[in-house]
């Protein structure tokens, strides 16, 4: 466990050392603050708005980062050629990919965390409202959503040979599950066999990040979630993460490095 | 007494995407084995499978048949790297991290307690002289300074085997110099050094005994001076012999 988070802190200090992603948080930071603070109308409600915008930015941000991040880990480490003085250690590529894994999730968690906080001040000030476990429930559906994320494009890297190829197929697949996973059972139905059968075994088949995303709940102060349906996510989503890591690593395990 | 390092008939195929065309071999059948205490030079011209060796011996390459072994465990398992250390031929480090932070990293790897790595550290950064410029990101070292934190990192465990590709590549004379005089320290501390070179005078200087493949084959294998008196030359034209090279003129 000590090799994982060793290289997991690798992943954390390349991460806020890297300009582009040190940019992009703070560019999010200051426009939900810029946005949260701002009065338009006089209009009382707008806030709900702007809160919906905020939301917005950061599912945005925090999908650019996780994608842009685990995009480049496993093939810069070898495009680099760090991976060869790290295999020569006694690390196993499991060990690895987890690491990179865990650090490319925390790094994710840790914005989170930020962007939420500067979402819950920026409201709290205007509304005198601090709805703590809403935010609490929204943040940790999105780093679940997140970790998912991670996985996957940490396996798409072991598949295409460009980690620009790969993020751009993660972003489209990721924006694609976002918008369409929850029709995709209803297009299923209008459909003739077999087709429908092929539509209903996508649905079943992709993880469904759009369970993930409960900015209403925020947005419209709906009630809480149940914490068993929290609870039913959050294993959903780590069957998923460790479905993606096990894929990786059968993919990588044998993978061929010369130096 | 056992072998630290022992190669049985390890061969290496790499296959084209094309299944029409023959595999490239580049080891056939290679039997090795070094001892405790021994500098082993390895040479070879180039494509002979020197690096390939390496490769598998450092869990890179799956060998296609055969086996290597370090301290009697199969390089597949990670474990039988707990107690080497590997210098590769270019500098290959996390350049946003310092020297320090790169050490500390790898010491974690190697599961070295938190004092006795910071002790380490110490020493190390003192013996390749690069104590001064300790908390400076590695992007800004010379290529010298860079091949001196390759040696740092190869020894953060105190190896009892040390590989080394090519370590004196591309290095000025002084860098040449202070690689071969840590070489000898390691010996003179009972080490065991296995290094692919190009640089002949170096590996004569330096070795105990040397091994020569050509073609993924180990054609000769010996002590330097066993050779040289068989020979009654110098291992330069001994090299050139073997892999059948006319020298004119």
Redesign the interface.
């Known amino acids: 466990m ?2 994982v ?3 997991a ?2 992943v954390i ?2 991460l806020y ?2 300009k582009d992603v040190y940019v992009l948080f703070v560019l999010t930071a200051l426009i939900t603050l810029v946005i949260g603070s701002a009065k338009f109308f006089n209009d009382p409600k707008i806030v709900r708005y702007l809160v919906e915008i905020c939301l917005l930015l950061i599912w945005v941000s925090a999908i650019v980062i996780a994608v842009g991040t685990a995009a480049r880990q496993i093939p810069a480490e070898c495009e ?13 590529r499991g060990q690895v990919i987890v690491g990179k894994f865990l650090g490319c999730w925390l790094a994710c968690g840790i914005t989170l965390v930020a962007f939420y906080l500067f979402l819950a001040i920026v409201r709290g000030s205007r509304e005198q409202y601090w709805p703590l476990l809403h935010y609490f429930q929204a943040l940790w559906l999105q780093w679940m959503c997140l970790g998912v994320i991670v996985a996957m494009v940490l396996f798409g890297s072991l598949i295409f040979s460009a980690p620009s190829a790969n993020a751009t197929i993660c972003v489209i697949v990721i924006v694609g599950i976002l918008l369409l996973g929850r029709h995709l059972n209803v297009v299923a139905f209008r459909q003739p066999k077999p087709l429908d059968l092929i539509v209903y075994s996508i649905y079943f088949f992709i993880p469904h990040l759009e369970w993930y995303d409960v900015r209403d709940m925020l947005v419209h102060d709906q009630p809480l979630i149940n914490w068993l349906a929290i609870l039913g996510a959050t294993i959903y989503a780590a069957v998923y993460t460790a479905t993606f890591l096990l894929l990786a690593w059968l993919r990588f395990r ?1 993978k ?4 | 007494m056992d072998p630290i390092l022992r190669i049985e008939n390890l061969r290496v195929e ?1 296959r084209s995407g094309n299944l029409r065309h023959n595999p490239k071999v580049a080891l056939k059948g290679l039997n090795l084995a070094v001892q405790a205490g021994e500098i082993f030079g390895f040479i070879g011209p180039n494509g002979a499978g020197k ?2 060796t ?2 598998v011996l ?5 060998p296609t048949a055969g086996n290597a072994y370090l301290f009697g465990v199969n390089v597949r398992e ?5 107690r ?1 250390g ?1 210098l ?3 500098t ?6 310092t020297v320090e ?1 790169l050490l500390r ?2 010491a ?4 070295i307690p938190r004092r006795e790595a910071d002790k380490r550290i110490d020493q190390l950064l003192r013996l390749v002289e690069l104590e001064a410029v300790r908390n400076r990101p590695i992007k800004t070292y010379s290529k010298g300074m860079q091949q001196r934190v ?1 040696l740092a ?1 190869a020894l953060i465990n105190n190896p009892e085997l040390l ?1 080394l ?1 090519e370590p004196t590549s591309g290095l000025d004379p002084i860098g040449r110099m202070k690689v071969r005089e840590i070489i000898q320290r390691l010996k003179n501390e009972g080490k065991t050094v296995f290094f692919s070179s190009h640089e002949l005078g170096e590996v004569e200087t330096v070795c105990d005994r040397v091994g020569i493949l050509h073609e993924g084959e180990l054609c000769m294998i010996g002590r330097v001076s066993d050779l040289k008196a068989q020979f009654q030359t110098d291992l330069e034209r001994i090299f050139l012999k073997i892999i059948g090279y006319q020298v004119h003129g």
């Open positions: 000590n090799k988070v060793a290289l802190g690798v200090k390349e050392r890297r680099n050629r760090t991976i060869f003085p790290l295999l020569a250690k006694p690390v196993t044998r061929p490095l010369n130096a | 790499f690096t390939t390496i490769n450092l869990g890179f390459v799956n990670p474990i039988a790297r707990q080497i590997y590769p031929e270019l290959y480090y996390y350049k946003f991290l932070e990293f790898y974690r790897i190697f599961g390759g990192q590989i590709d």
